[in-house]
């Protein structure tokens, strides 16, 4: 790796880089090395997690070394990648010192087919694994050990960048674009709640809302408490027979095998949109869909609307404001829909992850994101809405059915509201 080094930087820089193309500078970089390792105890990255003492998911600035396609390397075979649709990818990632090979995701084969990356590029990695077997030298770990690598967790590095681990280990920003369905966990993303919108339930994969659930508790109420009345009923008519004790009848267990308990979970839904690092403008940011499965107390009072908030998958190093016990937080994607033509990627949260809030005012969320502050329209601004958009609308309701309700608002101007989940039935005309 170290000749492969020195032959970089003179064919990238011919003009102040070519004395390094010298018997004695190579022998002085094998001889720095030797000292670096075997001396000051001081090994690469790579070198640090073939043998077990560190893992791969911090920061990591590596650079490919070569490319294998179906087993077969690029550099030896002379393999020209653009004539390839399709086919297994994997690489071989250097830190300057030792090299491994990794796995790629399909969008991660895919920019190496189409050449976004290629040999010599530095990438950056964060939340990489290893798969195989591990603690042993790195001359002797060939096809043993493999890192794997997902396109969310990676990017591309500057030429300059120092290869290794990084002193500065935080998590790189992804904008909501740029998320890939299936490109593994998020290492941060910098968000702005938009819209939060009502908890709902789900039980048997039906969707309901509050009032539907808490009308569907009552109902198993009655029934549990019915079951109960009547197995007592019945345990205290045969106990007289027998000579048993109420003690000897498990009515509770009964109970629930007749009446089994209600599988309820509860959903957060929230609209939410990239708050741009600096030098970026809003027309870089997007918007999508964020799901949290049983919050709790504490998540839904963090989640406040015009809110901006550091989701990462994990950081040790960045204080820990808020941690939601017993488990921490960050994003995963979730995969994609198509809104008007356009694909997003909603989001939802996953384990072992934090949540940072972060100070913003009002005229950075007006200038820098998408975020618009919640208003109420009036009926007669519905006329310019688009058939997918979400809007507010305050009214007196005049009537109800089941399905629908007819609101009207001070300008007279009336407009009936329909629901398939039959929820309008107990609304009340004032």
Not at 23 to 41: F, L, S
Not at 118 to 139: C, D, H, S
Not at 166 to 179: C, E
Not at 276 to 300: F, K, M, R, Y
Request: charged share 25%.
């Amino acid at each position: 790796m170290g000749f492969w080094k020195l032959a970089g930087l003179v064919r990238s820089f011919p003009n102040s880089c070519d004395t390094y193309w010298k018997k004695d500078v190579i022998v002085e970089q094998m001889m720095y090395r030797y000292q670096r390792e075997y001396k000051d105890g001081k090994r690469s990255c790579l070198h640090l997690i073939c043998e077990g003492d560190r893992t791969a998911d911090p920061l990591i600035v590596l650079c490919i070394a070569d490319v294998y396609v179906a087993g077969q390397s690029v550099l030896e075979n002379g393999i020209d990648l653009r004539s390839i649709e399709e086919s297994p990818v994997m690489v071989r990632v250097t830190d300057g010192w030792y090299s491994l090979k990794a796995h790629l995701d399909p969008t991660l084969s895919r920019a190496v087919l189409r050449g976004s990356l290629k040999i010599g590029q530095k990438i950056m990695i964060f939340g990489a694994q290893t798969v195989g077997e591990g603690q042993r030298p790195p001359l002797e770990i060939e096809d043993r050990l493999f890192m794997s690598l997902s396109s969310n967790g990676t990017r591309p590095a500057k030429w300059d960048a120092k290869l290794g681990y990084q002193a500065r280990p935080y998590p790189f920003q992804v904008g909501i674009g740029s998320v890939v369905a299936n490109g593994g966990p998020i290492p941060m993303m910098d968000i702005v709640v938009m819209r939060v919108y009502p908890i709902c339930y789900v039980e048997n994969k039906v969707m309901l809302s509050q009032a539907e659930e808490d009308e569907a508790e009552r109902n198993y109420q009655i029934r549990y408490e019915k079951e109960c009345q009547r197995l007592m009923f019945e345990y205290q008519k045969s106990s007289k027979g027998e000579g048993r004790s109420f003690e000897d009848y498990d009515i509770r267990g009964e109970v629930e095998e007749r009446v089994p308990r209600r599988n309820v979970s509860r959903i957060l839904k929230m609209l939410i949109c990239d708050y741009p690092p600096d030098g970026h403008g809003v027309e870089t940011t997007a918007s999508s869909l964020l799901t949290i499965w049983n919050p709790d107390g504490g998540q839904t009072e963090v989640f406040k609307e015009g809110k901006r908030l550091k989701a990462s998958d994990f950081d040790r190093k960045l204080p820990k404001l808020i941690v939601f016990a017993p488990q921490l937080f960050g994003l995963l994607p979730d995969g994609y829909k198509t809104d008007s033509g356009k694909s997003i990627c909603p989001l939802k949260f996953g384990q072992k992850k934090i949540i940072i809030p972060m100070p913003v005012s009002a005229q950075q969320l007006e200038e820098r994101t998408l975020y618009t502050p919640r208003t109420y329209m009036k009926i007669e601004q519905l006329n310019n809405l688009s058939q997918s958009d979400v809007f507010d609308v305050m009214g007196l309701v005049m009537s109800s059915t089941e399905s629908d309700v007819c609101i009207v608002d001070e300008t007279l101007k009336s407009v009936k509201v329909q629901s398939y989940s039959k929820q309008f039935g107990k609304v009340k005309v004032k």
